[in-house]
Structures are given as C-alpha cells and as structure tokens.
Nanobody, 126 residues
C-alpha cells in the first residue's frame, strides 16, 4: 500500500520555524520526485517546493524562495521542508506528493503527482 505521511505541522508565531516531514512507503522512493504543496482557505493550491529523484534538483515558489529549503533523506524514504521566517500568509494545509521521475519546475507549479498524502495543517499567527 502506497503511503505518504506528513508530520510536523502546527501553530507557530510569525518569524518562527517548523519542519515538515513526509515519510514514504509502498513504492520505490528513489524513482520518484517529491513535492510539497499547500492550500490556504479560499485560495488556489500552490506548488511550494519539489525535489527530483536523481540529481536532487529543486524548485521553489517565489513566495518561499530562500526561506523553505527542501531536502530528501533517501536512506529514510523521507523528504523534509524546513520552514523559516514564517509569515501569516504561509498558513495552509500542506501536502506532500510523489511523481515518477524528474520534478520539473512546470510539473511542480502544475501540481503534478501520482500519489498524495493526507495533509498537515500549518498555522502562522501574527
């Protein structure tokens, strides 16, 4: 059974940090790119950051560039999103997703994914 399980969400004050984890199982993790996506109330979903399967190339939305580094721990089948200098506009449900192969900028922006997690709530207070 394919599973993507997010953890690490919660409530944080503006300027603070959270680290989200996405633990994958049930598929060959090394063959998939992993992405983080978010949806805030009343807004369209957004591709936040994606990391490719092989060379680890990354994509970041302009809204998080320089604040939210993405890393993957292949030995643990886990991808991390370190969220720093958080802003109230970062409040959303964050989802991780997996797509086979290389996660291009276009694919990440377009929310391409084969598998999705259930999401974790992140709330940033002002």
């Amino acid at each position: 059974e394919v599973q993507l399980v997010e953890s690490g969400g919660g409530l944080v004050q503006a300027g603070g940090s959270l680290t989200l984890s996405c633990a994958a199982s049930g598929f060959l993790f090394g063959d998939y790119g992993i992405g983080w996506f978010r949806q805030a109330p009343g807004k369209e979903p957004e591709g936040v950051s994606c990391i490719s399967k092989s060379d680890g190339s990354t994509y970041y939305a302009d809204s998080v560039k320089g604040r939210f580094p993405i890393t993957r721990g292949n030995a643990r089948n886990t991808v991390y999103l370190q969220m720093n200098s958080m802003k109230p506009e970062d409040t959303a449900v964050y989802y991780c997703a997996a797509d086979l192969g290389y996660y291009s900028d276009y694919a990440c922006r377009s929310l391409y994914a084969t598998y999705w997690g259930q999401g974790t709530q992140v709330t940033v207070s002002s």
